[in-house]
């Protein structure tokens, strides 16, 4: 851990089923995923449970935006019943699943973070501090201080996944470039 952040290489992502880094280094994810090693996501998941603050940063482009398009692009969790946080794809529409001490096992209700186009790749930030969630889309704020109770005093997951959820079915395509997780809150 350097100042908040979990520092790690691309090369440590271990790559399943329909899964590759393309020649501009981006995850290309066709129906597979990439995971980090439990050791290591174990340390990302302690690390934002200790600072109850995230910092999540990531280009993101989707195949479809079809209305029957959905998966998780990227998950801190150990299946979908028990995560810390989970971004998902519903047609156009990007969602955010985050769990604090104030929601259930699966995290709260989603919060949409942004809308989708299909073969535009967008600049995500996302932001919370212990009662407030921050979103921005390529600069623009979509969510802006949104009150959402709670820390993340329970946190306990060891599987972060790009593509996939761990013991989940629903599969994201598209590519993913940029990725930072850190432990500290982002200001716009």
């Known amino acids: 851990l350097q100042q908040g952040e979990v520092v790690g290489r691309g090369d440590l992502l271990v790559a399943e089923w329909f899964a590759w880094l393309d020649r501009r280094g981006r995850m290309s994810l066709g129906g597979g995923g990439f995971f980090l090693p439990p050791a290591l996501a174990a340390q990302v998941n302690d690390a934002l449970r ?11 482009e989707p195949w479809s935006v079809a209305a029957a398009t959905r998966g998780p692009v990227v998950a801190l969790a150990n ?23 104030d929601t259930g096992r699966a995290g709260g209700e989603p919060v949409e973070i942004g809308r989708l186009v299909r073969g535009k790749a967008s600049h995500l930030v996302i932001a919370f501090t212990p009662g407030r969630l921050s979103a921005w889309v390529d600069g623009t704020a979509t969510v802006e201080d949104r009150l959402l109770p709670g820390d993340f005093f329970h946190w306990n997951a060891v599987h972060l996944s790009f593509g996939g959820e761990e013991r989940g079915q629903d599969r994201w395509r598209g590519w993913l470039a940029g990725v930072r997780i850190a432990a500290v809150a982002a200001s716009a």
């Open 50 to 60: 200790d600072s109850n603050e995230l910092t999540l940063e990531l280009e993101v």
């Open 79 to 101: 299946a979908p019943g028990s995560r810390s946080f989970a971004i998902h794809q519903e047609g156009e529409r990007l969602l955010l699943v985050l769990r604090t001490s």
